[in-house]
Every structure is written in structure tokens, then in C-alpha cells.
């Protein structure tokens, strides 16, 4: 009879636009995760874990119905309680969420937290964009000026720089209050209205929509259209301008370089007054290097805060602006609020791309070479025994072939082998090798770690 065929099991592969972080990578993910904690707490900010869902109404309120992140990216997924859910596509709304629910209202302000954690967007994945991706966010709740965003933004600029990462510039735009919305948006609308047979479908969609994404769009006559299109800046309220000038005065004083961009909107509705993004390159090849781009800042800010944005070269590590609608708008009384987050996933990619080295993992000078079953079993002890006195200690449990292990011990440079086979297990004892000199002793198990201590002068 012939045998019933094995039907070859199916390989799962990960769900698109999500990644393994391997052990290769993970040094990049130590040093971000190390950094973010050193340079938050350096600056008082507390750090605060929400969960990875939330109830969807959080986000079709808080970042609004009519984004892209609400109208198309959002995992949301109904309970078998019937709960109505959502994977966090953002941290903002959440936050916000929790420092109402946690009566953190009661506590002295400026209330100022920190997060690190995974983040998810149906997006189409491409360079620079995934489904599952990691930030760095901080935010500010309780002052209304502008000294807040400009914290949040050097923090990010200091956390950029000491990365090492070069060519960092951010750009900035206000979009007003809800107070001088309704001339910012009369005056967009008026412009759109005169062009809307040659807009996109999209971009007529977006004028009775969310007339702010109108300046988002990618295609290339409604970017020909947004060239000669009124400017935001230009009709905010006179508060709202001196706001976004005094900001400008604290980037010069902390010598952040930037970039006015007037048609930055942000692809969240909560934002008030300041927005602004993270880029990394040159802010305007043609007009030469920060300092000259920033002289002629000067001049155009004397004229009135106005300025072409530049081209674009790459995409945007950070961003983030003021929010002081949000919690208002969440139940919780009216907050003044700011922050900003920085994509990690594309971080990387730049620390990549500009070659940024990583300080190296300790090296191991001392190696443990291991035959037979009970000298595998008894070397659990002696990994500890180095581990407890922080000695870093190189081992190949897996491996049993000596000349194996002798050849990583070599590759790994290590300046002593720690030779530990039958015999040597049965006496309690272990035989220390000088790698270059071939020179060994037999040392007791109980004084092994102080003979190696000596040997490396420790
Ligand atoms: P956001 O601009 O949507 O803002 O995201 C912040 C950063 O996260 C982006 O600049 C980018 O580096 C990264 N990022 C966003 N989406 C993706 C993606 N699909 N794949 C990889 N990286 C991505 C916010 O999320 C706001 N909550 C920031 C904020 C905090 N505003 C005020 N406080």
C-alpha cells in the first residue's frame, strides 16, 4: 500500500509592513531606548505606559473622523464583549486620556510625560513606512506659552544631535487658534473655490472635509495650484503670530536650525498654533549652508514671518505642536498642552545611512570552552559566578566540539580560555589558558574568578 503523502507544513511569514527585530539590530534599539531614557529624565519629563488599544472613539474624537489616520489606517476590531476597539495609531490622544482619567489635573503643572513604544497604521509599507512602528514621545500638559514647544523641540534636537546623527533642521509653521480659524479658513477656501475644477477628487473632497489636508497633497497640479495659495501665517490673529514669533526667538536662542514651511498642516486635528517636523539633510541646497539659510530667516522674519518651503529631501524623523483643544475636547477641563514624537524605525535608517557607529558590546576577554555532560551542566555555575562579578564572559553551550569552540574563542579575541572538560569537572577544577603564549594553569573552581580577576587586572 503506498504511503499517505506528508503534506508539507505552511511557513508564516509577518504580517506586511511589520518586522523581526533581530539580535543584529539590536544595539540600535539599546542605545535609542538608553538615550530616550537619559535625555527625558534629564529634563524632568515622567514616563507613563498606556495600553496598546483603546476604545476607537479615542481617536475618531481625539485626532479626528476626517484624517487619514481615522478615514483609512486605523486596526480597529470589535471584542467578543462587543467593545468597540482600536490599536493605537499615536500616543497623543491617549496620553491625554490618561492624564484626565488619572486626575493628573490635581497634580503641579506643567505635567510633562515620556513613552517609547510600538505604534500601528494600515499604510501601504514602503521606505520609511510600516504598519508596526516605534516613537519616542513626550508631551507637556499645563502652560499655554510658547517656551513649551520650544523645549519639546530642542529636546528632540539635543536626542538627534547626541545620536550623531548630521543635517538635522526642523520645520515650522502656526496654524492658528480656533479663534482665527475661521479667517484662515474663509481665505484658503476662497482661493481653493476660484481652482476647484482643477483639483483633484481628493482635494474637492477635502474642501468641505478638512481644508487644512488641501495643502498635503501630493499631486502634482494641486501642488502647482498650492504655490500662489494664501498663506496661513498670514491670517492667524495677532496673538497666534506673536506666539509663533517668540518661539522663533527661543529656536535662535537654543540654535536649532530652521525653516519656516508654510503649508505645514500635520495629519492630526488637534493641532493649535505651532506644528512643526524633523528632517534631516541639507534645509535648502540652493540657498547654501544652515548659517546662510538662517541670515536670510533673519531678514524675512523682520519682514514677516514668511518663507518658500524647502524641497524636500527625505522624510520626517519627529514631528509633533501644540494641542490645546485635546483635553477639552476628551472631558477634562481646558489644558493647554504640546509634544512631539519621534519615528525610531526611520531613525535608524539614517543612523544607517550616515554610518553612525555604535559604542562596542563589551569585548570578552575570557572564554569558556566546556566538554562532556557534567562539565556542561557544572558551567551554568561558572557563567553565573562571572556574570555576578560583571566579567563579561564568552560561551558556546551549544557547540561540543573543543576545536570549535577554540576557533570562536580566537574570533572573539578572547585573551584567556577557561578550559573545563570530564576531569577538570570531577576534580572541581579548571584550567586557565593564555591564548597567545599557550601558557596554562589549574586552578581550583572556588578561586577561578579571582585568578581571572588578577590576570586582567580587574
Ligand atoms: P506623527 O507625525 O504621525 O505624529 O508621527 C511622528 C513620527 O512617527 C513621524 O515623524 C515619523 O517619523 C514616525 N511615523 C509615523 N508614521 C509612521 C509609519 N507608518 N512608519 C514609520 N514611522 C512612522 C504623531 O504621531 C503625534 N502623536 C506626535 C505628537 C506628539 N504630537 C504631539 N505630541
Same mark, same amino acid.
Given at each position: ?9 505552511k511557513q508564516? &511569514?509577518?504580517?506586511r509592513?511589520?518586522?523581526d ?12 531606548r538608553?538615550?530616550?531614557h537619559?535625555?527625558?529624565?534629564f529634563?524632568?519629563f515622567?514616563?507613563?505606559e498606556?495600553?496598546?488599544f ?6 475618531t474624537?481625539g ?12 486596526y480597529s476590531f470589535?471584542t467578543?464583549g ?10 497623543t490622544a491617549?496620553?491625554a ?10 497634580e503641579?503643572?506643567?505635567v ?8 500601528f ?8 513606512r ?11 500638559f ?23 546623527i548630521?543635517d538635522?533642521?526642523?520645520?515650522l509653521?502656526?496654524i492658528g487658534?480656533?479663534e482665527c ?6 481665505q484658503?477656501?476662497?482661493y481653493y473655490r476660484?481652482?476647484?475644477?482643477k483639483?483633484?477628487?481628493d482635494?474637492?473632497r477635502?474642501?468641505k472635509?478638512?481644508?487644512?489636508r488641501?495643502?498635503?497633497c501630493?499631486?502634482?497640479k494641486?501642488?502647482q495650484i ?5 498663506q496661513?501665517?498670514?491670517h492667524?490673529?495677532?496673538?497666534c ?10 529656536m ?5 536650525p530652521y ?10 486635528d ?7 517636523e524633523f528632517f ?7 540657498k547654501?549652508?544652515?548659517e ?15 518663507? &518658500? ?8 524623523v ?14 477634562g477641563r ?6 512631539g ?6 531613525l535608524?535608517?539614517?543612523?544607517r545611512h550616515?554610518?553612525i557607529?555604535? /559604542? ?6 575570557i572564554?569558556?570552552?566546556?566538554l ?6 557544572? /558551567?551554568l555555575?561558572?557563567?553565573? &559566578? ?6 563579561p564572559?564568552?560561551m ?6 573543543i576545536? /570549535? ?11 584567556y580560555v577557561?578550559?573545563?572538560? &570530564? ?14 603564549s ?6 581550583p573552581l ?12 580587574l
Amino acid at each position: 500500500m503506498a504511503k499517505p503523502k506528508k503534506q508539507k507544513a505552511k511557513q508564516f &511569514q509577518r504580517p506586511r509592513g511589520t518586522h523581526d527585530i533581530l539580535p543584529g539590530t539590536q544595539p540600535f534599539w539599546d542605545r535609542l531606548r538608553g538615550l530616550a531614557h537619559d535625555i527625558s529624565s534629564f529634563y524632568e519629563f515622567g514616563r507613563i505606559e498606556t495600553p496598546h488599544f483603546e476604545d476607537t472613539e479615542l481617536f475618531t474624537h481625539g485626532v479626528g473622523n476626517a484624517t487619514d489616520i481615522v478615514e483609512k489606517q486605523m486596526y480597529s476590531f470589535k471584542t467578543r464583549g462587543g467593545d468597540q476597539l482600536t490599536l493605537r495609531p499615536e500616543g497623543t490622544a491617549p496620553i491625554a486620556r490618561s492624564y484626565i482619567e488619572n486626575g493628573m489635573v490635581a497634580e503641579p503643572h506643567p505635567v510633562k510625560l515620556w513613552y517609547f513604544g510600538s505604534f500601528f497604521r494600515h499604510e501601504s509599507p514602503q521606505r520609511g513606512r510600516f504598519r508596526e512602528f516605534h516613537q519616542w514621545g513626550l508631551e507637556s500638559f499645563g502652560e499655554e506659552g510658547p517656551v513649551v514647544e520650544a523645549e519639546i523641540i530642542q529636546v528632540i534636537h539635543t536626542f538627534l544631535k547626541e545620536l550623531g546623527i548630521q543635517d538635522i533642521y526642523v520645520e515650522l509653521n502656526s496654524i492658528g487658534c480656533p479663534e482665527c480659524r475661521t479667517q484662515v479658513k474663509s481665505q484658503i477656501l476662497a482661493y481653493y473655490r476660484s481652482k476647484s475644477k482643477k483639483l483633484c477628487v481628493d482635494c474637492k473632497r477635502r474642501m468641505k472635509e478638512n481644508y487644512l489636508r488641501l495643502f498635503d497633497c501630493k499631486e502634482e497640479k494641486c501642488v502647482q495650484i498650492r504655490q500662489n495659495a494664501p498663506q496661513i501665517i498670514e491670517h492667524i490673529c495677532e496673538n497666534c503670530k506673536h506666539h509663533f514669533k517668540l518661539l522663533l526667538e527661543f529656536m535662535d536662542e537654543a540654535q536649532v536650525p530652521y525653516v519656516l514651511n508654510p503649508y505645514l498642516v500635520r495629519g492630526l486635528d488637534y493641532y493649535t498654533k505651532t506644528v512643526f517636523e524633523f528632517f534631516v539633510g541639507k534645509p535648502d541646497e540652493e540657498k547654501g549652508t544652515v548659517e546662510e539659510v538662517a541670515e536670510e530667516k533673519e531678514e524675512k522674519k523682520e519682514e514677516g514671518v514668511q518663507q &518658500q518651503p524647502p524641497p524636500k529631501l527625505s522624510f520626517a524623523v519627529a514631528g509633533g505642536g501644540r494641542y490645546d483643544g485635546l483635553v477639552e475636547l476628551l472631558g477634562g477641563r481646558p489644558t493647554p498642552a504640546a509634544g512631539g514624537a519621534v519615528g525610531l524605525e526611520r531613525l535608524i535608517e539614517v543612523m544607517r545611512h550616515q554610518k553612525i557607529e555604535l /559604542s562596542a558590546a563589551p569585548v570578552k576577554r575570557i572564554f569558556l570552552v566546556q566538554l562532556g555532560d557534567l562539565a556542561k551542566r557544572k /558551567s551554568l555555575k561558572i557563567i553565573e &559566578q562571572f556574570r555576578n562579578a560583571k566579567i563579561p564572559l564568552g560561551m558556546s553551550l551549544g557547540k561540543d566540539s573543543i576545536k /570549535s569552540q577554540f576557533t570562536l574563542a580566537s574570533k572573539l579575541g578572547a585573551e584567556y580560555v577557561l578550559v573545563f572538560g &570530564q576531569k577538570e569537572a570531577l576534580d572541581n577544577e579548571v584550567i586557565i589558558r593564555e591564548m597567545t603564549s599557550g601558557i596554562q594553569e589549574t586552578v581550583p573552581l572556588e578561586k577561578l574568578v579571582d585568578s581571572v580577576k588578577r590576570r586582567l587586572n580587574l
